[in-house]
T-cell receptor
Framework: KAGVTQTPRYLIKTRGQQVTLSCSPISGHRSVSWYQQTPGQGLQFLFEYFSETQRNKGNFPGRFSGRQFSNSRSEMNVSTLELGDSALYLC??????????????FGQGTRLTVV | LAKTTQPISMDSYEGQEVNITCSHNNIATNDYITWYQQFPSQGPRFIIQGYKTKVTNEVASLFIPADRKSSTLSLPRVSLSDTAVYYCLVGGAGGGNKLTFGTGTQLKVEL
């Protein structure tokens, strides 16, 4: 069974640009969550999508957005990039059973560097 | 959300048992305790989850006292490959949604 796949693995962007990251969850997992990891702030929850709807949201500015497609694949977009957006962006998928998310399976992440 | 407190780092040697304790004084009645492991530049990996008493799987054991204000992750006979950051999380059942990660414990295993 394939794991969570994130593309691209590495990305370098310039301040002010926008970026789109992609995540393919494990087959059968309909919940996809995104996290940002930086040395200073650690791992922080961005948002969760379930059945193409954003179900939970963390404390990030509106420049961070996402969506989920009917096949559960998800994309995350960051507009007007800032230097502080440089981070490892992690996607996690989980199976939802009777309304409860089972354990999260994380991808390898996308390392975004903003210059 | 319940806040967790863990040691920042721990050192051990191969073959030893390692116990990492997590404090979560404000745990709610319906909260579960979940542990994740993370290697550098990789996503966290689920290790174990429990609600009370003791839970054991093929890689670890989780001990939770009756008051549930703390928990201990026990890794039997660690190896060099267990060098990683270990996160204790407190939250809903299943352990897979809107995870709140603390600073984690950096475990270093040496020969």
């Amino acid at each position: 069974k394939a794991g969570v796949t994130q593309t691209p693995r590495y990305l370098i962007k310039t301040r002010g640009q926008q970026v789109t990251l992609s995540c393919s969850p494990i087959s059968g997992h309909r919940s996809v969550s995104w996290y940002q990891q930086t040395p200073g702030q650690g791992l922080q929850f961005l948002f969760e999508y379930f059945s193409e709807t954003q179900r939970n949201k963390g404390n990030f500015p509106g420049r961070f957005s996402g969506r989920q497609f009917s096949n559960s694949r998800s994309e995350m977009n960051v507009s007007t990039l800032e230097l502080g957006d440089s981070a490892l962006y992690l996607c996690a998928s989980s199976f939802v059973q009777r309304g409860v998310n089972t354990e999260a399976f994380f991808g390898q992440g996308t390392r975004l560097t903003v210059v | 959300l319940a806040k967790t407190t863990q040691p920042i780092s721990m050192d051990s040697y191969e073959g030893q048992e390692v116990n990492i304790t997590c404090s979560h004084n404000n745990i709610a009645t319906n909260d579960y305790i979940t542990w994740y492991q993370q290697f550098p530049s990789q996503g966290p990996r689920f290790i174990i989850q429990g609600y009370k008493t003791k839970v054991t799987n093929e890689v670890a054991s989780l001990f939770i006292p009756a008051d549930r204000k703390s928990s201990t992750l026990s890794l039997p006979r660690v190896s060099l490959s267990d060098t990683a950051v270990y996160y204790c999380l407190v939250g809903g059942a299943g352990g897979g949604n809107k995870l709140t990660f603390g600073t984690g414990t950096q475990l270093k295993v040496e020969l």
